[in-house]
Protein backbone atom coordinates (compact mmCIF):
# COMPACT_ATOMS: atom_id res chain seq x y z
CA UNK A 1 0.00 0.00 0.00
CA UNK A 2 2.72 2.71 0.77
CA UNK A 3 4.54 1.84 -2.36
CA UNK A 4 0.86 2.85 -3.80
CA UNK A 5 1.93 6.84 -2.75
CA UNK A 6 5.27 7.65 -4.33
CA UNK A 7 7.95 10.48 -3.95
CA UNK A 8 5.17 13.09 -4.56
CA UNK A 9 2.26 11.74 -2.46
CA UNK A 10 5.11 11.40 0.48
CA UNK A 11 6.16 15.20 -0.25
CA UNK A 12 2.16 16.75 -0.21
CA UNK A 13 1.25 14.11 2.56
CA UNK A 14 4.60 16.18 4.31
CA UNK A 15 4.10 19.85 3.45
CA UNK A 16 0.08 18.86 4.68
CA UNK A 17 1.16 17.87 8.41
CA UNK A 18 3.74 20.83 8.62
CA UNK A 19 1.15 23.37 7.58
CA UNK A 20 -1.68 21.54 10.60
CA UNK A 21 0.38 20.89 12.83
CA UNK A 22 3.64 23.45 12.57
CA UNK A 23 7.29 22.71 12.81
CA UNK A 24 7.19 22.60 16.76
CA UNK A 25 4.66 19.39 16.97
CA UNK A 26 6.23 17.73 14.04
CA UNK A 27 9.14 16.12 16.07
CA UNK A 28 6.25 15.34 18.94
CA UNK A 29 4.30 13.55 16.27
CA UNK A 30 7.06 11.56 14.85
CA UNK A 31 8.23 10.50 18.63
CA UNK A 32 4.66 9.31 18.96
CA UNK A 33 4.13 7.50 15.73
CA UNK A 34 7.64 5.82 16.10
CA UNK A 35 6.88 4.52 19.58
CA UNK A 36 3.38 3.05 18.36
CA UNK A 37 5.09 1.23 15.10
CA UNK A 38 7.48 -0.23 17.72
CA UNK A 39 4.95 -1.57 20.07
CA UNK A 40 2.76 -2.66 17.19
CA UNK A 41 5.63 -4.99 15.81
CA UNK A 42 6.42 -6.36 19.43
CA UNK A 43 3.13 -7.06 19.85
CA UNK A 44 2.59 -8.99 16.26
CA UNK A 45 6.45 -10.81 17.05
CA UNK A 46 4.75 -11.82 20.30
CA UNK A 47 1.91 -13.41 18.89
CA UNK A 48 3.51 -14.98 16.24
CA UNK A 49 5.91 -16.65 18.92
CA UNK A 50 2.86 -17.71 20.75
CA UNK A 51 1.70 -19.34 18.01
CA UNK A 52 5.10 -21.40 16.77
CA UNK A 53 4.84 -22.15 20.06
CA UNK A 54 1.53 -23.49 20.34
CA UNK A 55 2.39 -25.35 16.92
CA UNK A 56 5.27 -26.88 18.62
CA UNK A 57 3.49 -27.61 21.74
CA UNK A 58 0.81 -29.73 19.45
CA UNK A 59 3.43 -31.36 17.53
CA UNK A 60 5.01 -33.06 20.19
CA UNK A 61 2.12 -34.09 22.20
CA UNK A 62 1.23 -35.72 18.89
CA UNK A 63 4.41 -37.54 18.64
CA UNK A 64 4.38 -38.48 22.61
CA UNK A 65 1.46 -40.24 21.82
CA UNK A 66 2.09 -41.70 18.56
CA UNK A 67 4.93 -43.24 20.82
CA UNK A 68 2.64 -44.04 23.55
CA UNK A 69 0.48 -46.19 21.21
CA UNK A 70 3.48 -48.05 19.64
CA UNK A 71 5.08 -49.17 22.69
CA UNK A 72 0.84 -50.08 23.90
Do not use: H, Y
Amino acid sequence: MPSLIGIPGLILILAITLILFGPKKLPEIGKATGQTLKEFKRSTRELTSDDESEKTNMSNEALSSNEENRNA
